[in-house]
């Protein structure tokens, strides 16, 4: 009989005696309970045996010969500094690359202690299997560690604690949500940061690894992205109003300074004459007129009117040529290609092209020669379309008005301004003309959240309601009536063009649509029948526009589709040969996930923006107009607010019909986790 020591992973030192052996296992007792274990003998070191072998010993550790207690065992075990002096003793005269001896812990208790008893080598065993350097204990031998191991061994474990007290530190600033500075953080902090910031983005080809679970259980936080979002923006790592669909897209990237540099380059040159100036028609002569939002700054289109007799006018739509400086297939060229539009953002514009183009020489700015595309236009007595012109041209803009100054000047109509009020009266012709088509006319105004600029983290955000104004019509029909006419030029001269199209759909009927009251709810009918848009090569009816054939056109600068249909013209025009049409699908495919990143991008841009308004507005109430149930399983309907100019999606309580009054208030709002819901109820 003897006592046996166990000391297996994730378990504590354990010291017993033996009470028998049962072939290969061993049964012990313990000063810990007075039940027997059973453990394979593999699993233990012998530390002492019975020192009196003529007489039968306890069984129970804390009796003679053991004296096995907590107690005696923690005063037994000696202080530090003596297995100091025994390391130095054993390694002292070690030569260099020997390996020290190793020794029995009966030897080594001896040593250090002076006894070699059953108590003190359990004691030596206990300290020998506790936080300590000196010694490796295996096989039930110890072995005196190498001064170069032992300060490899002390700077490794000096190079754990830190890393240690690091992490305890960051879990307790992740708890606490402190703000931190991410350039002062550990490279392995700084990479959990970058993959809690994919993870919080959205980005669905990440999966939540079992550490960074595992992390968020210790800071307490939830593993959803938008609660992800939340901890980040805490700890100040998260822009607040950082749209994740804008990460790592061109507009977010910018452009680089290659392109930049090239776009500086081209407007330096803007004013020297390059290949085709001389053959452009000189229309500055033309009173012609620009009309924008005052915040516009790229300024795609103008008009005028040119009297060929004192009853004969002529419609002149002008359109911007930024093809006369950037020539197809250049890296400016490529890259407005990729990007596909301008992106429109509550807080301001991302421009397709470089700022200093789209915003100077691209631009028809007032008072300055320019380059343009010039489409002339005779309407027929009943709006139709009569003679065409199409021509490259040089414009000279003699003012730029704002749509609220053109309102004024319409209604006042001073005679100074007969071409401005003839353009109305042509324009109400081909509106009506339209209208005659089968045109569908649902002007309303808009509303949408606007961010001045300021305070980043904590900004003011605006509500800005666009009407329909007359002005705007005007503007609009005249964008609408020179697609028109280009669609029309192209098919009569079989041009492949983005042509644009929308499939013919059954609308609600006269009798049903008088059923629902005017405005909104009739509006709200018509558009749910409709299907979206469609780009062509080939010509194709646009139901809603009441069109045989259209085409964007007038807006070169902001989409690059408009760019692709005046280059097909220019080669027309030149007597060179266009691209066919399979050739211009190809493009137009390469513009395609440009297109449909933008969409998301200002979807989500103005969602949350809306969210955050809609934040600002706790506790306010709108009257609104029930238009249709989105899912009337789960009382969500659509309500029009007419104070906000806006269409959302309520949770509708109780019966309700279209053209229905309702109140509608914000019930919970969190644009981090972008969610608005807002009730409705009945008046």
Known sequence: MGIASRHLDGKPPLIAVITGLQGARADLRSARGAKVLTLPQRQLDLLASNPDPTSEPAVDPTQAPWQLTPEALASAIPPGRDWGMVWQLLVADLAPGAEPEEHSIAALSELVSGQSDPLHCGACWL???GDQTLFRWKQG?????????LRRLRQDRHRQRLAEA??????QALRQRQPLQEERLPPQQVEAVARLRRWASGDRDLVLADDLRQLLQQARCGSEPAEVRHLLVDLGLWPRHHLPSLQGTSWQQGFSAELLAEAEALVARAEEPVAGDDQRRDLTALPTV????????????GLSLEWLAEEDPRIWIHVADPGRLIPSDSPLDLEARRRGTSLYLARGTLPMFPACLAYGPFSLRAGQRCAAWSVGIRLMADGGLGELVVARSWVRPNYRLSYADADELLE?????????LTLHALLERRRSWRAAQGALFLDQAEGRVRVPAGDQERPECQLEITEPTASRLLVAEAMILAGAALADYGQRHQLALPYRGQPATPVPTPAELEALPIGPARFAAIKRCLTRGQVSTSPQPHFSLGLAAYVQATSPIRRYGDLLTQRQLAAHLQGEAPLDASALGVVLTTTEAG??????????????????WFA??????????????????????????????????????????????VLVRVREVDPLRDLLLLDARAL
């Open 166 to 171: 690091e992490e305890r530190a960051w879990i």
């Open 595 to 612: 297109l449909r990143e933008a969409s998301t991008v200002s979807r989500e841009d103005q969602r949350h923006w809306r969210q955050v």
């Open 412 to 420: 006042l109509a001073p005679p100074q301004e007969r071409d401005l």
């Open 127 to 129: 300290w020998l299997q």
């Open 616 to 661: 600002e507005q706790r506790g306010q109430q709108w009257r609104g107009i029930f238009l249709r149930w989105l899912r009337e399983d789960h009382q969500l309907g659509l309500v029009h607010v007419e104070s906000l100019a806006m269409d959302l999606a309520a949770d509708c309580h109780g019966a309700a019909r279209p053209g229905d009054e």
């Open 141 to 149: 031998l110890a072995q005196p560690r190498a001064l170069a191991e």
């Open 290 to 301: 620009t009309i924008d939002d005052d915040s516009t700054l790229d300024i795609d289109d």
